[in-house]
C-alpha cells in the first residue's frame, strides 16, 4: 500500500506564500503522474496542479499563474510552491497520483490518500 505524507500547511495571510511537500512511499514513482489536491468541507476533491512523469504540467485555472508544482524522483517528493495566496485557497491540501493510488479492501477498489495538510489563508 501507498504511503503518501503531505506537509507545509500553516496560517498565511491573504498575498503571502507557502511550499507544501508530499514524500510518496511504496510506489514506483518515477513513473507516476502526479498531482496536488485541495478539498474544502460540504465540496470534492478537486485536483489543482498536475505534473507528468515526463515533466508536462497542468494547473486549474483558479490557480494557473500563481502554483507551481514540482518532483524530485530522487526523494519520492512532489512540492506545491504556492504564491500570492487568497482566502478562497483556504482548504486541505493533498498529493496523490492521478489517478489516485488504491487499494483493494474486501473485494473494493479504495483510494488512498494521506492525512492531507491544512492551508488556511485570511483576509
Known amino acids: 500500500q501507498v504511503q503518501l505524507v503531505e506537509s507545509g500547511g500553516g496560517l498565511v495571510r491573504a498575498g503571502n506564500s507557502l511550499n507544501l511537500s508530499c514524500v510518496v512511499l511504496?510506489?514506483?514513482?518515477?513513473?507516476?503522474?502526479m498531482g496536488w489536491y485541495r478539498q474544502v468541507p460540504g465540496k470534492q476533491r478537486e485536483l489543482v496542479a498536475r505534473?507528468?512523469?515526463?515533466?508536462?504540467?497542468r494547473y486549474a485555472d483558479v490557480v494557473e499563474g500563481r502554483f507551481t508544482i514540482s518532483r524530485d524522483n530522487t526523494k519520492n517528493t512532489v512540492d506545491l510552491q504556492m504564491n500570492r495566496l487568497k482566502h478562497e485557497d483556504t482548504a486541505v491540501y493533498y498529493c496523490?497520483?492521478?489517478?489516485?493510488?488504491?487499494?483493494?479492501?474486501?473485494?473494493?477498489?479504495?483510494?488512498?490518500w494521506g492525512q492531507g495538510t491544512e492551508v488556511y489563508v485570511s483576509l
Open positions: 505534473l507528468s512523469f515526463r515533466g508536462e504540467t
Open positions: 511504496g510506489s514506483r514513482f518515477s513513473t507516476d503522474n
Open positions: 496523490n497520483r492521478d489517478p489516485p493510488f488504491f487499494s483493494v479492501r474486501d473485494g473494493r477498489q479504495v483510494d488512498d
